[in-house]
C-alpha cells in the first residue's frame, strides 16, 4: 500500500507563509493525483489545491493566487507554498494521493497536520 507523511504545519502571523510537505512512500504505486484539502472546525473538508502527473493543477477560490503546489518529478512528494497566510486558512490540511496499487484503484489520505494563522 501507500503510507504518506505530511510535515509543515505550525502556528504564524497572518500575512505570514507556510510551506507543508507529503510524501508518499510504498511500493507498487503510481500517482495520477496529489494534493492537499482542508478542513476548519465546522466545516467541511474542502480543496486547497491538487497537482497531476502530467502537471496539470487545479486551486480552491480561496487559495489562489496565494498557494502555490508544486511536486517531485517523480510524483512521491508534494509541496504547497503558503504565502499571504489569512486567519481563515486557519484548518486542518489532508495530504490525498490518488492513482493505481498495481491494478486497484488508489485513493489516501493522510492523517493531517495542523495550521494555525492568528491575527
Known amino acids: 500500500q501507500v503510507q504518506l507523511m505530511e510535515s509543515g504545519g505550525g502556528s504564524v502571523q497572518a500575512g505570514g507563509s507556510l510551506r507543508l510537505s507529503c510524501e508518499a512512500s510504498g511500493s507498487g504505486f503510481r500517482l495520477t493525483a496529489i494534493g492537499w484539502y482542508r478542513q476548519a472546525s465546522g466545516k467541511q473538508r474542502e480543496l486547497v489545491a491538487t497537482?497531476?502527473?502530467?502537471?496539470?493543477?487545479n486551486y480552491g477560490d480561496s487559495v489562489n493566487g496565494r498557494f502555490t503546489i508544486s511536486r517531485d518529478y517523480d510524483m512521491n512528494r508534494v509541496y504547497l507554498l503558503m504565502n499571504s497566510l489569512k486567519s481563515e486558512d486557519t484548518a486542518v490540511y489532508y495530504c490525498?494521493?490518488?492513482?493505481?496499487?498495481?491494478?486497484?484503484?488508489?485513493?489516501?489520505w493522510g492523517q493531517g497536520t495542523l495550521v494555525t494563522v492568528s491575527s
Open positions: 497537482v497531476t502527473s502530467g502537471g496539470s493543477t
Open positions: 490525498n494521493v490518488r492513482g493505481y496499487h498495481y491494478t486497484d484503484a488508489l485513493d489516501v
